[in-house]
């Protein structure tokens, strides 16, 4: 079967602006390290190490590039710091750009290019930042949604509701002081510290070695001879150079001291309160430093199994939508496909290096004439999880069903494109009408084309 029957194309994000980030000569967006994607529902974000540049595309618009937006953080020359994670945040109405850089910090800009937030994580390299969600389930009564940073020694995690209540109040305070001029200037001044800190668990996952990628798969069930307590315990996966695969659970220690508890819970109240008062007073005193920010105190990081395979080092990680599988690639060209609950290895395929993998969900098995009807609206359990794998090295895309199930798709896929998947949309209150299934898309580099890979299969 020809690739055009199984995918389709959505336009074209070919521009000049693209020459900013390496466009110009063949195989540009697999071939430069330092080059990070990331997909939005209408929206594309490339960065090297010092710019990002927005592409917007639109099913309807004649011209998918004619929104263009190009971000210039201010790095540190001094340290060399450079961009090294990019990903969207998206909420109901609001949708902004997460920034990770070499030096430890969080930056968030508005669509405007204004900064929003700057906040140092640790000292350390943001090599990833994830973004997902858990839904309720018998451990946890409530969906919990959350920003994973993910660095070398260790993963922090941002709680979603923190920062969309942050991104409500900047842009509340920016649209009630918009046509006031001296705002704008103090806000230039002190762009991303408005509204101070934000709360966040840091833990040290590093007693098998450093991990090069990591994520946080959702919540899990205390040690059994730990008293019960109000606090939740996470899994963290991590996979590097020394363990090919290792676990931790992630306590968020709240009980840890009462320091600890001071410094989570009031120094970032009380940072915004002092830092709204200093601009009041010394708003025309442009020399004034700013006090030195400091990482928080690590929480209680208690290791759980380590797969060690020398040579073998694990290279990437993908979760799927309940963070109970995780597809991981090595440096032999195989794929594990891990259960999180467990920590068991269930499926291994072999033969795809430099494999990358996105999980879908597609129209397996309905084929129904109710199915196949105008009229019908889609449901969750209609859709099939599977497990896109991109193998460039054979220039082709299989889709295998999970978990034990058949290889469903091969697809040709071009030298020089890269499959990519948008960002996790935080869920409102109020519950969607029609259910969003996860999809997989292919940016050819070369062409400038962007497809989307068919949900069904007929």
Known sequence: MSRRYHTTELGSIACEDL???????????????????????????????SIVLVLHWSDDDADPSSYRLKIVPDLSPIAAEYISAIEWLVFDDVRVLAIGTSSGFLLIYSLQGDLIHKQLVNNAKIIKLRVRGTNKDLLEDTSSEEVCVVMRATVARFDGSDIQSMLHRWFRERQLNFWDESYMRRDQEYSGAS?????????????????ADAAITGIMPPPLMEPQSSQRYYCAVTVGDDAVISAYRLSEDRSRSIVGAILSKVVPATFSTISSISKMIWRSDTTTKKQEEKPQPLARASPLTCLKDYPRKGEKLTLSPSGTLAAITDSLGRILLLDTQALVVVRLWKGYRDASCLFVEMLVKKNSATVGSAGYQYEKSDYCLCLAIHAPRKGIVEVWQ?????????????????????????????????????????????????????????
């Open 195 to 211: 509204f101070g800190r934000l709360p966040y668990q840091l833990w040290n996952v590093s007693k098998y070695g450093l991990c």
């Open 402 to 458: 999970m978990r034990t199930g058949p290889r469903l798709l091969t697809i040709p896929c071009a030298k020089g494109s890269k499959i990519l998947q948008p960002t996790y949309r935080f869920v409102s209150s109020i519950s969607s009408s029609s259910y969003v299934p996860l999809e997989v898309f292919f940016l050819n580099g070369d062409s400038g084309q962007l497809s989307v890979l068919n949900r069904s299969l007929n």
């Open 19 to 49: 020459s900013d980030v390496g466009a110009g000569k063949e195989g540009w967006l697999v071939s430069d390290p330092n080059l990070l994607t990331a997909l939005d529902t209408h929206s594309l974000a490339l960065a090297n190490r």
